[in-house]
Structures are given as structure tokens and as C-alpha cells.
């Protein structure tokens, strides 16, 4: 896939890492290509269930920025991206001290892009798949 | 729809708001009866888009926690649930002081219950439609 | 809801029934309102699973016409939509003589129209929830 | 992945192609593996669009089928399953002489099975991604 905006990464990061919702989750980047975006999401307490693992919709949460902001990267410079519709299924119990959320690009269109995230939760440092989203964003010029 | 556990209301309260998670958003109960519950959650700035509307991945969590706390009104004492699927539509942007989540159960069943959820968001006092959706729990005896 | 075309349920009936794909499942439209549809479908062996239920993605078909059907009557003249996201949720095995499925919409926008289905398998007379479902459409000018 | 029952691509074929619904689409298996199936679906006119394209919710049907074969190719001899669950989100229109679905199975478990499908419609010879689709499907032993 290519970028139309060649400071694509930069555009990415900022816009997410400035939303406040993303701020109090308190994820990073990871690697971040045309169409392809890594988040680490450490565990805090405030994330968790009973047990101590990722709550769902925490994961929702986390599936939905990686799967957004992969979108993101592919857009013109001056567009941004909102989700209309999410789905989310998640295989097992994300324990672990963080989680990795992988989004990539499936389709993008010109007002409507759809991104799948992965999301592994690292447990002794191991990475097992613990959910697996659909994402479809709407792309608006500002 | 009837409930199997008598204490329906007081276990559901005191499942979901003694989750880390939960207490994080802040959110409350407000009417609770057999298949259905209604979540009050006020906005707050951690819980927001750059713009100061809710954030997206805010309001499918509380989808998830309407239309689980739902479904776990009908759960037998001992039982608990958990997500393994959800679908949410984000019809328009959730402006407002804040959000009430309503969630029913749409099929009870033994080890698998889907509920919807319907999102007003709650400005000056009236109230929109602002998101639908679907959650499917796995029920689990402890 | 308001009708933009007062045409609406001619409109509806002769852009779904003209479809060969519909045409080979061989429904009839029930009571059409402006926002709501029902879909009548007997059963034919073709349309089933080993035991003789209706078969899964037969439902979701159904599911998907009366979902975009109920959109459709929305719409101006002039207008069609077009499936472009649905989620469909088998709560129980079809069993019957014939299932309605009743669509509904849900938020009607200009360019995207989110719209419910519910449906139910008549057996022996009697009607039970066997699916519910979630569609989105794109609405486009010819 | 690994397969339970030594005889999984024939278990999967007996099963899927005598169901009546699948006989009436017409479609057929390619290769088949642990966890992964590829249909192909000749297009014929009962299945298309006004404008002779594939009809979304044949093309969902597709992914249902391919999703749950792949799933069904896990099994253990002499469980089944079926769809419980499936989000088909349509990325273009599925024109050309057929169209391929391939499943893959993102995660087994014993009762639930979560699959993943990409449709390609094939015209004059050139695939194109024309759908991407999540299935979870129940297992049951019969």
C-alpha cells in the first residue's frame, strides 16, 4: 500500500496520541507503515477485570485505535478518519503485562476505509492471540 | 422475561462495579429489571475525542457493559459472564453531558446470551440516538 | 418516520422483487411502512439445511433484504442503497413452515442508513425469534 | 494447525455439499487443509445483482460457507457445527465468472470456533478482494 501523505507516520501519532481517550489508555506506537500500524498497551490495574486480565471492551478499545489509526496512515494530509462500526471477537483471556494491537488496512476507500486489528496479549514475554476485529472507518477532509 | 436469581440487581451491581474497568468510566446504574439495565455515564475529558464528544472505543465499552449487564440478569446465582463478541454502529456524534446505555437481552440462552444496546447521548436534557449494538456473552458457572 | 418519495413501497417492491437473487428465494413482501418492511419466506427444500431447518446464511440473506428493504423506503426517488456491512446473530434453529423477517431502520443518514432485522420462524402457526441482525447501507443517486 | 480426524477434507466435503442450500448455489471446493478451505462459486444468473454482479447476500453466503468449512476441518469425527454468528463487510462490487472464498481459522476451541473469510471475485482471469467476513461457529457433537 502507499501513503498520499508522505509524513503519514507523524500525522498519525499526533492526531491519535492527542485525543484524550487514547492519552488516558496510555498506549504507544509501535512500528508504524503505509497501511500498518502496531499498538503496546501496557496492563494497568484501571484496565482490568476481577482477575486481573484486559477487560473486553478495553480490547474493543485498543482494536479500534489500531484498526482506525492504520486507515490513518493511508489518508491525504488535511483528511481525518472517525469509526462508524466495530466488531469485535475475542478468542481468549488477555492476561499478560501487555498487549500488542496489530491494524491493518483490508480496503481503503476513498470515504469509507475497513481495517482488521489482531491483538496479542504478551504474557513472560509470549505472544498469544486473544482477539480479532473488523474496523470501518469514515474518512472526512477538515 | 424472568429472573432465575432473585437478587438479580444487587449481583449485577456488584459484579460489574467492582471491576477495575468499570470503575475507571465512572458510569452508574439506573433502572435495572429482568433482561434489562440502564447505565448512566457522565462525561468526563479522559473519556473523549479532540472535539469533546465521547470517544468511540468509550461508547462500545459501554455497549459491551449494557448489553452484558443485561444478560447477567438472568444468569442463575453463581453464574457469571463474559464478552466473546460484540458489533457496534456509531450512528452520530455523542455530544453531551452525558450517555445512557440500554441494554436487553434479545436470546437467553444457557451458555450463550445476546443482548442489544442503544446509546442515547444526552444534551440539554434531550436525549439522541447515537449508537446500536450487539453483544454475545458466554455464561459461566464459577 | 417520513417518506421522501411517497412511492415508496412501489419503489421498494419493484427494485428488491426485479433482483434475480430474490426473485430465486421467492419472498413476498408483507406490511411495507416508511422505515419498516416485512419479508415472507416459505420454506423450500432448497433453502435448508440436512434437517430440514432454514440454513444459516438463507436467514442472513433474508436478514440483509428486509434490512436494506426498510432503508430503502427512505430513500428519495431516484435512489437506490446497497449492502455494505451486516452482522447477523442465529439465536435458533429455524424451524417452520415459513419465517418473516422484519426490518426496521434504525438511523437513516444521507449517505449511510443503519437498519435492524429481526426474524422469526413460523411453525405450525406459532412465531419465534430464530435471528437478529444488523445492516448498514450505502445510499447512492442514479 | 492440526487435524483431529485423518478423513477432514472428506467429512467437511460430504457434509457441506449435501446440505441443500449448498447444492442450490453450485459452488465447489478447491484445496482444502487443516484449518483452511478455498470455494469457488461459478457465477449463474439466479445469484447476481440488477447489474449482473454478485448479490451481497450470496456473496455472505459464501463467506459463511467458506468460514465454517474451514472451522469444520478441526472437528473431531462426528462433530458438526454450525453458524452462530457472522459479519460480512462488502469492500466493492463482485463482478466477473466466479468468485473464490477462502477460510482460514483465526482461533479452534472446543465449543466455539472463530474463522475468517476473504472473498475474490475473478474477472477475466484477475482476483480482486471483494469481501472480508468473520464467522463463529458452534461445535457439537452429534
Chains 1, 2, 3, 4 share one sequence.
Do not use: C
Amino acid at each position: 500500500m502507499e501513503a498520499a501523505n508522505p509524513e503519514y507516520a507523524e500525522a498519525v501519532r499526533a492526531v491519535v496520541l492527542s485525543m484524550p481517550a487514547a492519552k488516558h489508555l496510555g498506549f504507544t506506537f509501535g512500528r508504524i507503515g503505509p497501511g500498518e500500524v502496531e499498538i503496546v498497551q501496557p496492563r494497568r490495574p484501571e484496565l482490568t477485570e476481577h482477575n486481573g486480565f484486559f477487560q473486553g471492551s478495553i480490547l474493543g478499545a485498543l482494536a479500534d485505535f489500531a484498526g482506525g489509526s492504520a486507515a490513518g496512515t493511508l489518508l491525504p494530509a488535511g483528511w481525518v478518519n472517525m469509526t462508524i462500526d466495530y466488531t469485535v471477537k475475542i478468542l481468549a483471556p488477555a492476561k499478560g503485562e501487555q498487549v500488542i494491537a496489530r491494524g491493518r488496512v483490508v480496503k481503503a476507500g476513498r470515504t469509507t476505509t475497513v481495517a482488521a486489528a489482531d491483538l496479542y496479549a504478551v504474557d513472560g514475554g509470549e505472544e498469544s492471540l486473544v482477539v480479532t476485529a473488523l474496523v470501518t472507518m469514515r474518512n472526512l477532509k477538515v
